[in-house]
Structures are given as structure tokens and as C-alpha cells.
């Protein structure tokens, strides 16, 4: 092992699960919910882990927080290994998962914040140091209200001000946003994009929101099936699943010559023929060469220009054949 801040080599987590063979008979099987995981996350990332429901994300997250003991392959977070260091490690890491709180529901915020500061044994002026700025940062004023009568949208900047009150180094987030109401996703976005362009604390995030992973992370890793099938940019899965910007244009006129350009495609227009609407795959032509050639054939009168949707890549990427499954001795 190196000395990434999380690095996994062929994680892997099988599960023994009983299925109907007949009217009385049942028959054991064993599925691997991750099947061979190889991650490496550097100090200060913003990691997007995305894929589907049963794709084995919760089950990456609970190994690597020492939740959950792998039934092959190496972990490694912080340089400790999960199980075998749990109690090392749950000092080094935050998380955020899903509706399981850390917060005391009949206690004042700040009363919440403090018995975390002695759970933690965090020294005074460090965690009133952190405390004041994320008070701040985050915008609690709210911090001598009882936590059971918080909004979903406080509770979850509260949530995230817990789990980073004593410094840790990673932060895993589970559906950060769900169910948020529209400031309070743009307030915990602003935050994130903040924290990570601090390079404070290395983030995982998992989240079916997928203006979160636009807006949030330079780096996505897809899991499908327990395998990764893509760990890059958001450029680079747009160009791998042929994601096309769209330039819809507005002649003064009909346009009546043909347009021919390397990679660009004509997918509709009215019916008088002065509004059409061209794709472009990516492969030659640019948005800027297919306008000026379009200029010199006809007056404009309006452009716009749409990029790709995430939702269309990512449903066309879950589109595409599962990976082949692999037996639990390979």
C-alpha cells in the first residue's frame, strides 16, 4: 500500500443469500455485492461514487469505514486497515449517512455540539476554533434550538458541522441533499465546494442528485454490478457514452443548402424550415465552427446552445451489459 489517503486493491464483499429451487427445496448462492474494487483517493479530493440502487456503493462505504469486514482483497483509510482499526480510525474520519443522526434529538444544538467536543476529547480552543468557523460558514443561528425541532435543511448542516468538529480527514457522505428543499441544497453545495477547493478534508460522496456530482466533483467513479465502470471526469463520461451538445438555431430566412460538417447531425426542424436544431458528437467540428459556417449560409436571428444532460449519460451508461460476473475464488 502507498500512501493515498484511501486506496483498496481487489475489495471485494460477498453476501450468501437463499433462493426458491423448487416448491420445498431452497438452494444457497453467494453474490458478490462488490466484486473487485481497485481505488486510489488522494489527500484533499472530492470523490463523486455514483451507480444504481443495489450497485454496492453502501457496501464500499461500510468496508471502508469499518462498518463491514471484506470477504477479499486489501483496505486501506488513513493507512489503517477498517475492522482491524476501528477505533484509530473512527477518530480520523466523518460521516454523514443517510437518516441516521449523531445529533441528540431532545438537546439544544449547541449541547450536541459540546458532548461530541468530550466524545471526541477534542482540546477546548481547537474545537472552538472549528466550531465558530462553520457556525459561520454554514450559517447556524440556530444553535440554542432543540434538534427535534430543526428543519431537514438546518438538521443537515448541522449534520455535516458534527461530523467535522473534530478535524477529521476524510469525510464520507451519504445523500448529502436528499430531500432538501432548493437553498438548503445551495447552501450545503456551497459549503462542500468550499471545503474541497480548501483541501481540509478528503471527501467521498455518494448521491443519486446528479446536479450534486456537476456541481461538486472533478472526479466520479461509477460502480455497476460491484465493479467500477468508469473513474474519470464528467468530460471524459460524456465522451465515452457519446453525450452531444445541442446549437438550436433561428434563421431570418429558410435555410435551403445542406450542412455538411465532420461529427455534426440535423435532428429537427419546423416545419417552415427556419429553426433547426444540429448535434455535435464531439469528434471534429466545434460548437463556434458549425455557427460561423451556418452564418455564411444564412442571417441568424437567435442561437442557444444545450450541453449534454448527466441523466442522459448516466441512464445510457446503465443501459450497457453488466460486467461479467466473476466467482468468489477469482
Request: hydrophobic letters at 40%.
Amino acid at each position: 500500500m502507498t500512501d493515498a489517503v484511501i486506496e483498496t486493491r481487489g475489495l471485494r464483499r460477498d453476501f450468501t443469500i437463499t433462493r426458491k429451487a423448487g416448491r420445498l427445496r431452497r438452494q444457497r448462492e453467494t453474490v458478490a455485492a462488490v466484486d473487485g474494487i481497485d481505488l486510489r483517493v488522494e489527500r484533499g479530493e472530492l470523490l463523486g461514487y455514483l451507480g444504481p440502487n443495489g450497485a454496492g456503493k453502501s457496501t464500499t462505504l461500510k468496508m471502508l469505514t469499518g462498518v463491514l469486514m471484506p470477504s477479499g482483497g486489501d483496505v486501506r483509510v488513513c493507512g489503517l486497515v477498517p475492522v482491524a482499526q476501528r477505533r484509530r480510525l473512527a477518530s480520523r474520519i466523518g460521516v454523514v449517512f443517510g437518516q441516521r443522526s449523531q445529533l441528540w434529538w431532545d438537546l439544544p444544538l449547541r449541547d450536541s455540539f459540546e458532548l461530541a467536543r468530550h466524545i471526541w476529547r477534542v482540546p477546548p480552543a481547537d474545537h472552538a476554533g472549528r466550531l465558530s468557523r462553520l457556525v459561520r460558514e454554514l450559517e447556524l443561528s440556530f444553535m440554542d434550538t432543540p434538534v427535534r425541532q430543526l428543519s431537514l435543511g438546518q438538521r443537515m448542516r448541522a449534520e455535516l458541522t458534527i461530523a467535522l468538529l473534530h478535524g477529521p480527514e476524510v469525510l464520507f457522505l451519504d445523500e448529502p441533499t436528499i430531500g432538501l428543499d432548493v437553498v438548503s441544497k445551495q447552501a450545503v453545495r456551497a459549503f462542500l465546494i468550499e471545503l474541497r477547493d480548501r483541501g481540509d478534508s478528503t471527501v467521498v460522496l455518494t448521491t443519486h442528485d446528479l446536479a450534486d456530482i456537476e456541481r461538486l466533483c472533478r472526479r466520479l467513479v461509477v460502480i455497476d454490478h460491484g465493479r467500477i465502470v468508469h473513474d474519470g471526469t464528467l468530460a471524459a463520461l460524456h465522451t465515452r457514452y457519446g453525450s452531444r451538445r445541442r446549437v438550436v438555431v433561428q434563421f431570418e430566412e429558410p435555410l435551403t443548402a445542406p450542412v455538411r460538417l465532420e461529427g455534426v447531425h440535423q435532428e429537427a426542424s419546423s416545419v417552415d424550415g427556419r429553426l433547426i436544431t444540429f448535434s455535435l458528437d464531439g469528434t471534429a467540428t466545434t460548437a463556434g465552427e458549425l455557427v460561423a459556417t451556418l452564418a455564411g449560409l444564412a442571417p441568424l436571428q437567435d442561437i442557444s446552445i444545450t450541453e449534454p444532460a448527466i441523466e442522459d449519460v448516466i441512464a445510457r451508461l446503465y443501459a450497457s451489459p453488466a460486467p461479467a460476473p466473476r466467482s468468489p475464488e477469482s
